[in-house]
């Protein structure tokens, strides 16, 4: 859970809201009783293991103990919600200790002694009732006919992206301990570790292991960090340590931080590209305010990358060309950023509306999943790159626009690999906060690097 006591205050008044969304939805669908189902374990195939536990999403709105196979949020309209816990005897496993927490409070606890036993619990008929969980067998099972209705799926996706203090305040948290373990492996980085020893360095520093945070934590060196998502860290240390990028995040209560920051081994060119990077984000934070188009904020995202490509000479065609011919998105192949929260890549970042009318993304950037309009209240990550990835740069060596392409220039920073700045934004009606920048990477970032 990784929380601390300033938390519980906001808890009441989130519930509070998560209490009349649902009651709206109840009555706009006719539905007399929510069930959202925590989850199950899960076997490795052939196996007597059980892959790590994730919690529902829907459940963990409710919930901040993500830790609770088998548990139940029952909602029902002018009623307090019910939190079913599992209170069966195991030996063989370590179970959540929940007696002294003051987030219970919010809910009237029933205890179940077999996961089966919530049958008791539920009404006989499920007409108007609706299941909301990854495993359909349960709710077939148990006699649902509304098994994840798209409806009530859509209103809740829609609704997400707007936090209340609560679920800001978590993502405020998880930000300054993900800064904590970002800052712990750039000192390892410096000090000549492996990628392996930065991943070390960087859960010490959290103190959360890869099971606990909301994706793998991504630490590429040198020409690793053209791979978006290098997921399997090199143990052995590099001969010519050069450059690291490290895309790493932390967990509270189920919200999740997602930063990304890229360190050059010495004061170079390279660095002076992680400093170009590093205004663009902090230009295109300053561009955000409610009323935008996500997909306008993703295009001047190019239009600035096309700048720095043309500045630094790797491409010399202008850089409206640039853009007009997809060759800005060979070096910057994917979305500016995507709303954060309960998953990193929150859902609801294509819907129009609560009844899930999609967004489509725009011609040509294909890759951008996020289309909404930046509104008060959302959390978004601003995450612009530029990368030398070989896939990418083959196949514009083979391209009509291979001429404008300085190869040369391209190849000194092959072996970098790429840089990536990343910065977790609330959006509010007069200003945006960046959860990001007012932790201590910020200043560590300022005192080891150009960007003082």
């Known amino acids: 859970m990784t929380a601390t006591a300033d938390l519980w205050p906001l808890f009441p008044d989130h519930i509070k809201q998560l209490q009349t969304r649902a009651e709206r939805l109840c009555k ?5 009783l929510l069930a959202i189902h925590s989850g199950q374990q899960k076997r490795w195939f052939l196996d007597d293991m059980n892959y790590p536990f994730r919690a529902n999403p829907h459940f963990k709105a409710w919930c901040p103990e993500t830790q609770l196979p088998n548990a139940w949020v029952i909602i029902k309209p002018d009623t307090r919600p019910t939190l079913v816990l599992l209170n069966a005897p195991d030996f063989w496993h370590t179970t959540a200790n929940l007696e002294s927490e003051p987030w ?4 009237h606890v029933e205890h179940i ?11 006989y008929d499920k007409k108007n009732a609706a299941y909301l969980g990854e495993h359909i067998e349960v709710a077939k099972a148990l006699g649902f006919e509304n098994i994840n ?89 590099q001969v010519s340590l050069k450059s690291m990028l490290v895309d790493a995040g932390a967990e509270v209560c189920g919200y999740a931080a997602d930063i990304s920051r890229t360190w050059s081994a010495e004061h170079n060119e390279y660095e002076e590209l992680i400093a170009a990077l590093d205004q663009i984000t902090l230009a295109l934070i300053d561009k955000m305010k409610p009323g935008m188009e ?26 409206e060309q640039m853009i007009e011919d997809g060759i800005t998105s060979v070096f910057f192949p994917h979305g500016l950023g995507h709303p954060l929260g309960l998953q990193v890549h929150d859902v609801g970042a294509a819907q129009a509306d609560e009844r899930g009318t ?13 289309t909404r309009t930046v509104e008060p209240r ?20 083979s391209s009509r626009d291979k001429h404008v392409i300085n190869w040369k220039r391209v190849d000194e920073f092959r072996p970098f690999g790429g840089v990536r ?28 690097t150009r960007l003082a």
């Open 104 to 107: 219970l409070e919010e809910f």
């Open 149 to 237: 209705p798209d409806p009530v799926l859509h209103f809740f996706h829609y609704h997400r992206l707007f936090k209340t203090d609560y679920e800001i305040a978590c993502l405020a948290q998880a930000n300054h301990i993900a800064a904590e373990g970002h800052i712990a492996a750039a000192e390892a980085f410096f000090k000549g570790d492996s990628e392996f020893d930065c991943l070390l360095n960087y859960m010490a520093a959290t103190r959360q292991g890869q099971n606990e945070v909301p994706y793998n934590h991504i630490i590429g060196q040198n020409k690793n960090a053209s791979v978006l998502h290098h997921w399997l860290p090199d143990k052995k240390s």
């Open 421 to 448: 700045i990343e910065d977790n934004i609330v959006i509010y009606r007069e200003r945006n906060d960046n959860l990001t920048r007012q932790t201590s990477l910020d200043a560590y970032v300022k005192k080891v």
């Open 294 to 319: 996500f997909p306008v904020l993703h295009q001047l995202a190019h239009e600035q990358i096309a700048n720095v490509l043309f500045a630094f000479g790797f491409v010399s065609c202008s850089p």
């Open 113 to 123: 002694s077999s996961p089966e036993a919530i049958e008791k619990l539920l009404p």
């Open 358 to 370: 999609p967004i489509p993304s725009p011609t040509g950037h294909l890759t951008l999943k996020t």
């Open 28 to 32: 706009r669908e006719n539905l007399d």
């Open 378 to 397: 959302q959390v978004y990550t601003i995450e612009p790159g530029i990368y030398f990835i070989e896939p990418l740069l083959q196949k514009l060596a």
